[in-house]
């Protein structure tokens, strides 16, 4: 029996049952299909995470204060009580050939009021360098000026939703406004620009940061951010920056330097193997789609019973009845899958729409694996019905109708 | 060209061994044209299996022309069976998914034989048994004696050397019946072996030799008068 010909007949028996056929091809259309769904949520988030991060701006290290033993882990809550980072430590920064920005950052919060309108708001304080490494960008007016950053001013730049909260549609360029007792003009109204990285660019007043000093009434920065001069420049940065505070701290190591890579870094491996871990947990169902193709073609096997008589007594051999129920078991979870890559497609492609910031694409290698686990269980749960076919004794197989 | 020696065939009932077939010996020459007649239980069917290969004896020698079948594998018996032996059934096991045609070509499939010369063949044993019209129905819209009709030119289209039917007519109205017969008499007197297994003596008759069965033996072995 050439293979053509056990492929046609395989074809035709599915046709002879076609609600049975369309039951199997739809349940491993949908194991393939989640799969490839799942793992390109998985993918999508790993992305979107990798974008995030982009936009807090490139090349960027993060000075903390206190010493920390693991990358990106938060500082130690007991033992020591990490010495505060200035301002002149920040500034000092600038000496090293390799930083190209130094923003010190105060963050806190503070009730804003303009006219009888007031709310809480979180409180930046910065400097101009702020704006390049961030790389935020103006919706009116100027972001902070240049200029010695250790004297302040009364100037603010407010985030876009503060200033449609406050002023709605007026102008909002040269008003006061009032921080805590403080007065402030406000020079500048950041663009509309979406969260990142669970900071809200638009929801935050970004002062002089010897003003948030002042106001907030610390010496203490929250955390330096630097762009270091290119990307090569990283690691040497991180170097000197530890060297240079590591001497105004009397020879003490009590920051830590965390560089964008390696938290991008660590949140890639996360998500690639959260990624893996949903794709394991779809392809249980292709298993559980493989364990109905079984039970499938057990009953087929039982109800094609006089079938399978009549080809052993046609002359067919153990090996070709075998041939063609493994066949109709290949075609089954093939047609499946096939079925499923187009679901898949179809539901990534309503789930771009739905959420078109959130990046969703199907990794090739998902198709690959889920198509082939498809294969192989369809094939591995088609040999148990396949092989009882074949064994079948013939006499018994016609004795009934 | 059939010679069985000594061919027992026990089954396992429970606990209770029942010798459907005991110490059967049996010659049958090509071109014989024999009904094998007998009470249901007498062992007729085993024999019928056994002799189409479907079947294994427990003990005793089958020779097919000459060739010890016994000692054959199951895909050499499979082979044995495509090439050499028709089956004609009471229910004629047709796939119902299967036109009249795709039924008959059926075992030039399993033989591996080309498309081109499998067509011409199969229209030809369609024809010659009437049912050229027929060709592109599926079972369920055929009568009765055309589905018999049907099984037969599947049963003969690799052109065996022996043809087993049980109780061919067996489910089929008078008439039909008797075409059938006729159609496999007219099969016999072209030199095919014929044995046909049925319950109806008027058919019986009709063969040149009954073979009588009770008890998994055989009672009585005569030759008609011709």
Do not use: C
Request: proline content about 5%; charged content about 20%.
């Amino acid at each position: 029996m050439k293979l053509e010909n056990t492929l046609h007949f395989s074809i035709q028996a599915l046709f002879g049952y076609p609600a049975r056929t369309l039951l199997v091809l739809l349940a491993m259309a949908m194991g393939v299909a989640s799969v490839m769904v799942l793992t390109s949520l998985g993918e999508g988030a790993r992305l979107y995470i990798n974008r995030e991060f982009t936009s807090l701006g490139t090349n960027i290290l993060i000075v903390l204060p206190g010493r920390s033993e693991t990358t990106g882990g938060p500082p130690p809550l007991l033992g020591q009580t990490p010495r505060d980072l200035t301002l002149e430590d920040a500034l000092s920064l600038k000496k090293s050939p390799f930083v190209a920005k130094v923003a010190p950052i105060v963050i806190g919060s503070a009730p804003v009021s303009w006219r009888q309108k007031d709310r809480e708001v979180t409180i930046l304080g910065t400097t101009a360098d702020m704006f390049d490494i961030r790389q935020l960008t103006m919706g009116q007016g100027a972001f902070l000026p240049p200029g010695d950053p250790s004297s302040g001013s009364g100037i603010a730049v407010i985030g876009y939703k503060i200033k449609k909260e406050l002023f709605g549609n007026q102008s909002a360029l040269g008003e006061w406004i009032r921080i805590q007792d403080w007065r402030f003009r406000v020079i500048g109204v950041l663009a509309k620009k979406g969260q990142s990285l669970g900071m809200d660019m638009s929801d935050l007043v970004i002062i002089p940061v010897a003003s948030a000093q002042s106001l907030f009434n610390t010496e203490a920065l929250f955390r330096i951010m630097i762009q270091a001069k290119n990307r090569n420049a990283i690691s040497t940065a991180k170097d000197a920056i530890l060297r240079i505070i590591q001497d105004r701290h009397d020879g003490e190591d009590d920051i830590t330097v965390i560089t964008q890579d390696a938290i991008l870094s660590t949140f890639d491996r996360i998500f690639t193997a959260l990624t893996f871990t949903i794709a394991g947990i779809a392809a249980v169902s292709l298993g559980v789609a493989g364990i109905l193709i079984m039970n499938v073609m057990l009953i087929s096997v039982s109800q094609r019973k006089s079938e399978i008589g009549l080809l052993k007594a046609l002359g067919a051999g153990y090996s070709q009845i075998l041939q063609v129920f493994l066949a109709e078991a290949a075609i089954l979870s093939m047609t499946g899958a096939l079925l499923g890559l187009v679901l898949a497609f179809l539901g990534t492609y309503i789930i771009a729409r739905l959420f078109p910031y959130f990046p969703v694409h199907i990794p090739p290698w998902s198709v690959a694996a889920s198509v082939l686990t498809a294969q192989v269980t369809g094939l591995i749960f088609g040999v148990l019905p396949a092989r009882r076919a074949a064994a079948m004794d013939p006499v018994s197989a016609l004795s009934r109708r | 060209m059939i010679r069985l020696s000594h061919i027992d065939r026990v089954f396992f009932v429970g606990e209770e061994q029942v010798h459907a077939l005991a110490d059967v010996s049996l010659e049958i020459s090509a071109g014989e044209y024999v009904a094998v007649m007998g009470p249901s239980g007498s062992g007729k069917s085993t024999l019928l299996n056994i002799l189409g290969l479907l079947d294994r004896p427990t003990k005793g020698l089958y020779q097919l022309e000459n060739d010890p079948i016994s000692a054959l594998s199951n895909e050499q018996q499979a082979q044995v069976r495509l090439n050499k032996i028709g089956f004609v059934f009471q229910f004629f096991h047709l796939i119902p998914r299967l036109t009249a045609a795709e039924n008959v070509e059926l075992p030039l499939i399993l033989a591996g034989i080309d498309p081109g010369q499998r067509k011409p063949r199969v229209r030809q044993a369609l024809e010659s048994l009437g049912l050229s019209d027929r060709a592109r129905h599926r079972p369920d819209q055929l009568s009765g004696g055309q589905r018999q009709r049907v099984a037969i030119a599947r049963a003969t289209i690799m052109r065996p050397s022996l043809i087993l039917a049980d109780e061919p007519t067996g489910n089929l109205d008078r008439t039909s019946g008797n075409e059938v017969i006729q159609i496999l008499e007219d099969l016999n007197r072209s030199g095919i072996s014929l044995i046909v297994v049925t319950h109806d003596p008027a058919l019986g008759e009709r063969a040149k030799r009954n073979i009588v069965m009770t008890d998994g033996q055989i009672l009585s072995d005569r030759q008609q008068a011709p």
